[in-house]
Protein backbone atom coordinates (compact mmCIF):
# COMPACT_ATOMS: atom_id res chain seq x y z
CA UNK A 1 0.00 0.00 0.00
CA UNK A 2 1.26 2.97 -1.11
CA UNK A 3 1.74 5.04 2.50
CA UNK A 4 -0.16 8.12 0.65
CA UNK A 5 -3.15 6.13 0.94
CA UNK A 6 -2.28 5.00 4.25
CA UNK A 7 -1.43 8.83 4.94
CA UNK A 8 -5.04 9.31 4.02
CA UNK A 9 -6.67 6.94 5.71
CA UNK A 10 -4.85 7.58 8.75
CA UNK A 11 -5.96 11.54 8.75
CA UNK A 12 -9.32 10.29 7.89
CA UNK A 13 -9.15 8.25 11.03
CA UNK A 14 -12.30 9.47 12.94
CA UNK A 15 -14.70 9.49 10.08
CA UNK A 16 -13.25 5.57 9.18
CA UNK A 17 -14.47 4.77 12.60
CA UNK A 18 -17.62 6.83 12.95
CA UNK A 19 -18.85 4.97 9.70
CA UNK A 20 -17.39 1.99 10.98
CA UNK A 21 -19.69 2.35 14.25
CA UNK A 22 -22.44 3.55 11.98
CA UNK A 23 -22.39 0.28 9.95
CA UNK A 24 -22.05 -1.85 13.00
CA UNK A 25 -25.10 -0.16 14.70
CA UNK A 26 -27.25 -0.70 11.57
CA UNK A 27 -26.60 -3.85 11.03
CA UNK A 28 -29.47 -6.83 11.62
CA UNK A 29 -26.82 -9.07 13.53
CA UNK A 30 -25.84 -6.44 16.11
CA UNK A 31 -25.14 -8.33 19.52
CA UNK A 32 -25.93 -5.35 21.72
CA UNK A 33 -27.42 -8.19 24.18
CA UNK A 34 -24.32 -9.34 24.34
CA UNK A 35 -21.98 -6.14 24.04
CA UNK A 36 -22.67 -2.13 25.06
CA UNK A 37 -22.04 -0.10 22.04
CA UNK A 38 -19.20 1.63 24.59
CA UNK A 39 -17.52 -1.23 24.89
CA UNK A 40 -17.94 -1.79 20.53
CA UNK A 41 -16.87 1.69 20.17
CA UNK A 42 -13.84 0.93 22.12
CA UNK A 43 -12.72 -2.24 20.56
CA UNK A 44 -13.20 -0.63 17.37
CA UNK A 45 -11.21 2.23 17.81
CA UNK A 46 -8.28 -0.29 19.24
CA UNK A 47 -8.48 -2.25 16.22
CA UNK A 48 -8.61 0.60 14.11
CA UNK A 49 -5.82 2.13 15.40
CA UNK A 50 -3.01 -0.85 15.38
CA UNK A 51 -4.15 -1.58 11.65
CA UNK A 52 -3.72 1.69 10.86
CA UNK A 53 -0.33 2.01 12.83
CA UNK A 54 0.55 -1.14 10.65
CA UNK A 55 -0.44 -0.12 7.45
CA UNK A 56 1.25 3.16 8.06
CA UNK A 57 4.61 0.63 7.92
CA UNK A 58 3.88 -0.14 4.44
CA UNK A 59 3.40 -3.68 4.81
CA UNK A 60 0.44 -5.91 4.05
CA UNK A 61 1.94 -9.19 4.97
CA UNK A 62 -0.68 -9.97 8.04
CA UNK A 63 1.79 -12.79 9.07
CA UNK A 64 4.65 -9.57 9.78
CA UNK A 65 6.03 -8.76 12.74
CA UNK A 66 4.10 -5.03 11.97
CA UNK A 67 0.90 -6.64 11.75
CA UNK A 68 1.87 -8.30 15.62
CA UNK A 69 -0.59 -6.25 17.48
CA UNK A 70 -3.23 -6.53 14.99
CA UNK A 71 -3.47 -10.42 15.36
CA UNK A 72 -3.21 -9.97 18.75
CA UNK A 73 -5.98 -7.70 19.44
CA UNK A 74 -8.28 -9.50 17.15
CA UNK A 75 -7.51 -13.00 19.08
CA UNK A 76 -7.77 -11.37 22.20
CA UNK A 77 -11.11 -10.28 21.14
CA UNK A 78 -12.40 -13.02 19.21
CA UNK A 79 -11.34 -15.58 22.14
CA UNK A 80 -13.63 -13.20 24.59
CA UNK A 81 -16.12 -12.87 22.04
CA UNK A 82 -16.32 -17.18 22.12
CA UNK A 83 -16.87 -17.10 25.65
CA UNK A 84 -19.36 -14.32 25.90
CA UNK A 85 -21.30 -16.51 23.30
CA UNK A 86 -20.95 -14.95 20.03
CA UNK A 87 -21.60 -16.67 17.07
CA UNK A 88 -18.62 -17.59 14.63
CA UNK A 89 -20.26 -15.15 11.84
CA UNK A 90 -21.00 -12.47 14.03
CA UNK A 91 -17.63 -11.82 15.14
CA UNK A 92 -16.11 -12.22 11.59
CA UNK A 93 -18.67 -9.83 10.21
CA UNK A 94 -17.36 -7.04 12.90
CA UNK A 95 -14.07 -7.29 11.02
CA UNK A 96 -15.77 -7.50 7.86
CA UNK A 97 -18.36 -4.18 8.04
CA UNK A 98 -14.66 -2.14 8.33
CA UNK A 99 -14.34 -2.87 4.85
CA UNK A 100 -17.24 -0.61 3.51
CA UNK A 101 -16.05 2.08 5.70
CA UNK A 102 -12.88 1.93 4.24
CA UNK A 103 -14.22 1.62 0.87
CA UNK A 104 -16.39 5.09 1.31
CA UNK A 105 -12.65 6.74 2.17
CA UNK A 106 -11.26 5.45 -0.58
CA UNK A 107 -13.64 6.79 -3.01
CA UNK A 108 -13.37 10.04 -1.89
CA UNK A 109 -9.59 10.13 -2.00
CA UNK A 110 -9.51 8.57 -5.20
CA UNK A 111 -12.26 9.40 -7.18
CA UNK A 112 -9.74 11.00 -9.98
CA UNK A 113 -7.65 7.71 -10.14
CA UNK A 114 -9.94 5.15 -11.11
CA UNK A 115 -6.92 2.37 -11.34
CA UNK A 116 -5.19 3.51 -8.28
CA UNK A 117 -8.73 3.11 -6.10
CA UNK A 118 -9.36 -0.57 -7.78
CA UNK A 119 -5.97 -2.03 -6.71
CA UNK A 120 -6.27 -0.49 -3.27
CA UNK A 121 -9.12 -1.39 -2.89
CA UNK A 122 -8.61 -4.97 -3.77
CA UNK A 123 -5.44 -4.75 -1.29
CA UNK A 124 -7.46 -4.18 1.40
CA UNK A 125 -10.19 -6.57 0.93
CA UNK A 126 -7.56 -9.10 0.95
CA UNK A 127 -6.00 -7.80 4.26
CA UNK A 128 -9.50 -7.75 6.06
CA UNK A 129 -10.41 -11.13 4.58
CA UNK A 130 -7.42 -12.55 5.86
CA UNK A 131 -7.90 -10.94 9.56
CA UNK A 132 -11.40 -11.95 9.32
CA UNK A 133 -9.93 -15.54 9.06
CA UNK A 134 -7.75 -14.80 12.42
CA UNK A 135 -10.68 -13.96 13.90
CA UNK A 136 -12.50 -17.30 12.76
CA UNK A 137 -8.95 -19.59 13.60
CA UNK A 138 -9.13 -17.95 17.35
CA UNK A 139 -13.13 -18.48 17.94
CA UNK A 140 -12.56 -22.17 16.95
CA UNK A 141 -9.37 -22.52 18.93
CA UNK A 142 -11.18 -20.85 21.72
CA UNK A 143 -14.15 -23.11 21.14
CA UNK A 144 -11.91 -26.29 21.27
CA UNK A 145 -10.12 -25.45 24.55
CA UNK A 146 -13.68 -24.81 25.99
CA UNK A 147 -14.79 -28.35 24.94
CA UNK A 148 -11.31 -29.89 25.90
CA UNK A 149 -11.64 -28.66 29.54
CA UNK A 150 -15.15 -29.71 30.06
CA UNK A 151 -14.16 -33.23 28.55
CA UNK A 152 -11.46 -33.73 31.26
CA UNK A 153 -13.65 -32.01 33.47
CA UNK A 154 -16.57 -34.60 33.06
CA UNK A 155 -14.56 -37.85 33.14
CA UNK A 156 -13.19 -36.52 36.32
CA UNK A 157 -16.32 -35.93 37.86
CA UNK A 158 -18.43 -39.03 36.44
CA UNK A 159 -15.88 -41.16 38.57
CA UNK A 160 -16.29 -40.39 41.85
CA UNK A 161 -15.37 -42.72 44.74
CA UNK A 162 -17.47 -42.71 47.64
CA UNK A 163 -16.61 -44.28 51.19
CA UNK A 164 -19.99 -45.62 52.15
CA UNK A 165 -18.54 -47.37 54.97
CA UNK A 166 -15.88 -47.58 57.74
CA UNK A 167 -13.35 -49.70 55.44
CA UNK A 168 -15.92 -49.82 52.24
CA UNK A 169 -15.51 -47.86 48.85
CA UNK A 170 -18.17 -47.45 46.43
CA UNK A 171 -17.17 -46.39 43.10
CA UNK A 172 -20.57 -45.58 40.70
CA UNK A 173 -19.56 -45.57 36.73
CA UNK A 174 -21.42 -43.21 35.03
CA UNK A 175 -21.12 -43.86 31.12
CA UNK A 176 -19.02 -46.21 28.97
CA UNK A 177 -16.10 -47.61 29.93
CA UNK A 178 -13.06 -46.89 27.53
CA UNK A 179 -9.84 -47.85 28.20
CA UNK A 180 -8.90 -44.26 28.71
CA UNK A 181 -11.45 -43.93 31.83
CA UNK A 182 -10.69 -47.42 32.98
CA UNK A 183 -7.15 -46.40 33.57
CA UNK A 184 -8.96 -43.53 35.17
CA UNK A 185 -11.71 -45.24 37.17
CA UNK A 186 -8.43 -47.93 38.48
CA UNK A 187 -6.20 -45.31 39.76
CA UNK A 188 -9.19 -43.08 41.59
CA UNK A 189 -9.48 -46.67 42.97
CA UNK A 190 -6.73 -47.35 43.98
CA UNK A 191 -5.03 -44.33 45.78
CA UNK A 192 -8.07 -43.89 47.45
CA UNK A 193 -7.87 -47.65 48.53
CA UNK A 194 -4.48 -46.78 49.92
CA UNK A 195 -5.73 -43.35 51.45
CA UNK A 196 -8.71 -44.30 53.82
CA UNK A 197 -7.47 -48.42 54.42
CA UNK A 198 -10.64 -49.73 52.80
CA UNK A 199 -11.24 -53.30 52.67
CA UNK A 200 -13.81 -53.70 50.38
CA UNK A 201 -14.59 -51.71 47.17
CA UNK A 202 -17.96 -51.63 45.22
CA UNK A 203 -17.73 -51.07 41.54
CA UNK A 204 -21.51 -50.07 40.71
CA UNK A 205 -22.31 -50.21 36.64
CA UNK A 206 -25.69 -49.55 36.73
CA UNK A 207 -25.28 -46.54 34.73
CA UNK A 208 -22.94 -48.32 32.45
CA UNK A 209 -24.95 -48.66 29.12
CA UNK A 210 -23.90 -51.55 27.54
CA UNK A 211 -21.18 -54.49 28.66
CA UNK A 212 -19.13 -55.89 25.65
CA UNK A 213 -16.04 -58.06 26.15
CA UNK A 214 -13.77 -54.90 26.58
CA UNK A 215 -15.46 -53.19 29.01
CA UNK A 216 -15.84 -56.51 30.89
CA UNK A 217 -11.79 -57.12 30.60
CA UNK A 218 -11.11 -53.75 31.95
CA UNK A 219 -13.53 -54.47 34.77
CA UNK A 220 -11.59 -57.83 35.44
CA UNK A 221 -7.86 -55.36 35.02
CA UNK A 222 -9.48 -53.26 38.15
CA UNK A 223 -10.81 -56.55 40.29
CA UNK A 224 -7.35 -57.85 39.82
CA UNK A 225 -5.55 -54.86 40.24
CA UNK A 226 -7.68 -54.00 43.63
CA UNK A 227 -6.84 -57.97 44.64
CA UNK A 228 -2.79 -57.18 44.30
CA UNK A 229 -3.36 -54.26 46.63
CA UNK A 230 -5.02 -56.63 49.11
CA UNK A 231 -8.85 -55.28 49.06
CA UNK A 232 -11.67 -56.91 47.57
CA UNK A 233 -14.03 -55.76 44.51
CA UNK A 234 -17.46 -56.51 44.03
CA UNK A 235 -19.22 -55.62 41.10
CA UNK A 236 -22.84 -54.05 41.41
CA UNK A 237 -25.82 -52.93 39.62
CA UNK A 238 -25.69 -55.36 36.71
CA UNK A 239 -28.89 -55.58 34.34
CA UNK A 240 -30.79 -58.37 33.35
CA UNK A 241 -29.82 -57.25 29.84
CA UNK A 242 -25.91 -57.05 30.99
CA UNK A 243 -26.19 -60.06 32.86
CA UNK A 244 -27.57 -61.74 29.32
CA UNK A 245 -24.48 -60.05 27.27
CA UNK A 246 -22.20 -61.56 29.65
CA UNK A 247 -22.97 -64.78 29.23
CA UNK A 248 -23.44 -64.53 25.44
CA UNK A 249 -20.01 -63.08 25.36
CA UNK A 250 -18.61 -66.28 26.81
CA UNK A 251 -17.33 -63.41 29.90
CA UNK A 252 -16.54 -65.66 33.07
CA UNK A 253 -16.89 -63.74 36.02
CA UNK A 254 -16.91 -66.86 38.41
CA UNK A 255 -14.55 -65.41 40.35
CA UNK A 256 -15.51 -62.07 41.35
CA UNK A 257 -18.39 -60.89 43.82
CA UNK A 258 -21.15 -59.86 41.78
CA UNK A 259 -24.68 -58.45 42.72
CA UNK A 260 -27.98 -56.99 41.58
CA UNK A 261 -27.80 -53.95 43.50
CA UNK A 262 -25.21 -51.35 45.16
CA UNK A 263 -27.62 -52.44 47.90
CA UNK A 264 -26.79 -56.17 48.07
CA UNK A 265 -23.55 -55.24 47.37
CA UNK A 266 -23.14 -53.15 50.99
CA UNK A 267 -25.06 -56.41 52.73
CA UNK A 268 -22.24 -58.55 51.37
CA UNK A 269 -19.74 -56.35 52.03
CA UNK A 270 -20.68 -55.98 55.87
CA UNK A 271 -21.32 -59.55 56.09
CA UNK A 272 -17.22 -60.24 54.91
CA UNK A 273 -16.51 -57.24 57.01
CA UNK A 274 -18.29 -58.77 60.47
CA UNK A 275 -20.70 -55.44 60.60
CA UNK A 276 -24.46 -55.68 61.65
CA UNK A 277 -26.68 -52.99 60.64
CA UNK A 278 -30.17 -53.43 63.09
CA UNK A 279 -33.07 -51.47 62.81
CA UNK A 280 -33.96 -50.70 66.06
CA UNK A 281 -37.38 -49.42 67.94
CA UNK A 282 -35.45 -46.38 69.65
CA UNK A 283 -37.33 -43.05 68.53
CA UNK A 284 -35.76 -40.26 68.57
CA UNK B 1 26.32 -58.30 48.37
CA UNK B 2 23.02 -56.78 49.71
CA UNK B 3 20.43 -59.35 51.41
CA UNK B 4 17.10 -58.42 52.31
CA UNK B 5 16.72 -58.82 56.18
CA UNK B 6 14.16 -61.98 56.78
CA UNK B 7 12.65 -61.62 60.64
CA UNK B 8 11.14 -63.87 62.83
CA UNK B 9 7.75 -63.33 64.12
CA UNK B 10 5.89 -66.37 66.53
CA UNK B 11 5.72 -68.80 63.91
CA UNK B 12 5.93 -66.20 60.95
CA UNK B 13 8.71 -64.51 58.97
CA UNK B 14 8.20 -61.25 58.17
CA UNK B 15 10.32 -59.37 54.95
CA UNK B 16 10.33 -56.37 54.11
CA UNK B 17 11.52 -55.23 51.01
CA UNK B 18 12.77 -51.42 51.35
CA UNK B 19 15.20 -51.17 48.14
CA UNK B 20 13.99 -51.92 44.54
CA UNK B 21 14.89 -55.76 43.31
CA UNK B 22 16.91 -56.18 40.80
CA UNK B 23 16.70 -59.74 39.45
CA UNK B 24 19.59 -61.18 41.55
CA UNK B 25 18.43 -59.49 44.79
CA UNK B 26 15.13 -61.49 44.06
CA UNK B 27 16.65 -64.82 43.54
CA UNK B 28 19.17 -64.90 46.66
CA UNK B 29 15.46 -63.18 48.57
CA UNK B 30 14.03 -66.50 47.34
CA UNK B 31 16.76 -69.10 48.49
CA UNK B 32 17.10 -67.12 51.73
CA UNK B 33 13.20 -67.62 52.57
CA UNK B 34 13.31 -70.95 51.09
CA UNK B 35 16.08 -72.18 53.64
CA UNK B 36 14.30 -70.20 56.35
CA UNK B 37 10.87 -71.55 56.19
CA UNK B 38 12.53 -74.88 56.18
CA UNK B 39 14.47 -74.14 59.19
CA UNK B 40 11.94 -72.48 61.12
CA UNK B 41 9.20 -74.28 59.75
CA UNK B 42 7.23 -71.51 59.48
CA UNK B 43 3.13 -71.76 59.15
CA UNK B 44 3.42 -68.64 57.16
CA UNK B 45 5.30 -65.66 55.08
CA UNK B 46 4.24 -62.01 55.16
CA UNK B 47 6.09 -59.85 52.56
CA UNK B 48 5.55 -56.20 52.81
CA UNK B 49 6.40 -54.13 49.32
CA UNK B 50 5.07 -50.75 50.21
CA UNK B 51 9.14 -49.27 49.75
CA UNK B 52 8.44 -50.86 46.03
CA UNK B 53 7.72 -48.61 43.57
CA UNK B 54 9.02 -50.56 40.29
CA UNK B 55 7.97 -53.78 39.48
CA UNK B 56 8.22 -56.14 36.86
CA UNK B 57 7.29 -59.56 34.73
CA UNK B 58 10.49 -61.27 36.99
CA UNK B 59 9.78 -59.69 40.38
CA UNK B 60 6.47 -60.75 39.79
CA UNK B 61 6.75 -64.32 38.58
CA UNK B 62 9.08 -64.63 41.84
CA UNK B 63 6.51 -63.24 44.38
CA UNK B 64 4.29 -66.38 42.53
CA UNK B 65 7.41 -69.09 43.29
CA UNK B 66 7.52 -67.86 46.55
CA UNK B 67 4.18 -68.36 47.37
CA UNK B 68 3.62 -71.58 45.33
CA UNK B 69 7.10 -73.34 47.36
CA UNK B 70 5.71 -71.99 50.91
CA UNK B 71 1.98 -73.43 50.43
CA UNK B 72 4.32 -76.79 49.22
CA UNK B 73 6.19 -76.72 52.60
CA UNK B 74 2.79 -75.92 54.64
CA UNK B 75 3.17 -72.18 54.93
CA UNK B 76 0.65 -69.37 53.43
CA UNK B 77 2.58 -66.29 52.04
CA UNK B 78 0.68 -62.72 52.51
CA UNK B 79 1.90 -59.96 50.04
CA UNK B 80 0.84 -56.54 51.75
CA UNK B 81 0.97 -52.98 51.02
CA UNK B 82 1.41 -53.15 47.02
CA UNK B 83 1.47 -49.37 45.51
CA UNK B 84 -1.73 -48.73 43.18
CA UNK B 85 1.04 -48.00 40.10
CA UNK B 86 2.60 -51.34 41.05
CA UNK B 87 -0.45 -53.39 40.69
CA UNK B 88 -1.63 -51.54 37.61
CA UNK B 89 1.53 -52.10 36.15
CA UNK B 90 1.34 -56.01 37.46
CA UNK B 91 -2.40 -56.60 36.24
CA UNK B 92 -1.06 -54.93 32.80
CA UNK B 93 1.39 -57.48 32.67
CA UNK B 94 -1.51 -60.12 33.15
CA UNK B 95 0.51 -61.52 36.26
CA UNK B 96 -2.22 -61.53 38.79
CA UNK B 97 -0.44 -63.50 41.47
CA UNK B 98 -2.68 -65.88 41.79
CA UNK B 99 -2.20 -68.16 45.01
CA UNK B 100 -0.58 -65.19 46.85
CA UNK B 101 -2.53 -63.92 49.31
CA UNK B 102 -2.79 -59.78 49.70
CA UNK B 103 -3.53 -57.38 52.44
CA UNK B 104 -3.38 -53.74 52.62
CA UNK B 105 -1.15 -53.18 55.24
CA UNK B 106 1.36 -55.43 57.94
CA UNK B 107 -1.32 -54.98 60.72
CA UNK B 108 -4.37 -56.47 58.01
CA UNK B 109 -1.78 -59.49 56.77
CA UNK B 110 -0.87 -60.76 59.94
CA UNK B 111 -5.03 -60.77 61.04
CA UNK B 112 -4.91 -62.82 57.78
CA UNK B 113 -2.56 -64.91 58.27
CA UNK B 114 -3.46 -65.77 61.64
CA UNK B 115 -6.94 -66.22 60.06
CA UNK B 116 -5.59 -68.58 57.50
CA UNK B 117 -3.03 -70.49 60.23
CA UNK B 118 -5.27 -70.70 63.29
CA UNK B 119 -3.96 -69.91 66.84
CA UNK B 120 0.19 -71.04 67.11
CA UNK B 121 0.72 -72.21 70.37
CA UNK B 122 3.27 -70.15 72.04
CA UNK B 123 5.63 -72.98 72.97
CA UNK B 124 5.37 -76.21 71.39
CA UNK B 125 7.03 -78.13 73.66
CA UNK B 126 4.55 -77.24 76.34
CA UNK B 127 1.94 -78.26 74.03
CA UNK B 128 3.94 -81.95 73.89
CA UNK B 129 3.79 -82.26 77.29
CA UNK B 130 0.56 -81.87 77.97
CA UNK B 131 -0.53 -84.05 75.37
CA UNK B 132 2.24 -86.68 77.22
Redesign the interface.
Known amino acids: MESQTAASLKKNKKQLLETWMQNQLADNTLRDDLISNEDLNAQSENLLTALLKALGTGSLEIESEQFQPVTDILSELSITRARQGFSPRETSMFVLSLKKAFYEILEKELRDNPKLLYQESVEINNLLDGLSIITMETFIKGREEVILRQTDEISEISTPVIRVWEGILALPIIGTLDSART?VV??NL??K??ET???IAILDISGVPAVDSLVAQHLI?TV????????ECIISGIRAEIAQTIVHLGIDLSNISTKASLASALKLAFSMLNIEVRRTNNKF | MDRIPILRMGGFLLVTIQVDLYDRLALTLENDLMAMVSKMEARGVLIDISAVSIVDSFMGRILGNIASMSRIMDAETVVVGMQPAVAITLVELGLTLAGVHTALNVEMGMELLRKKIGPIPDNEEDLYDDII
Not at chain 1, 224 to 231: D, E, K, Q, V, W
Open positions: QMELEIVGSRKSATRLMGA
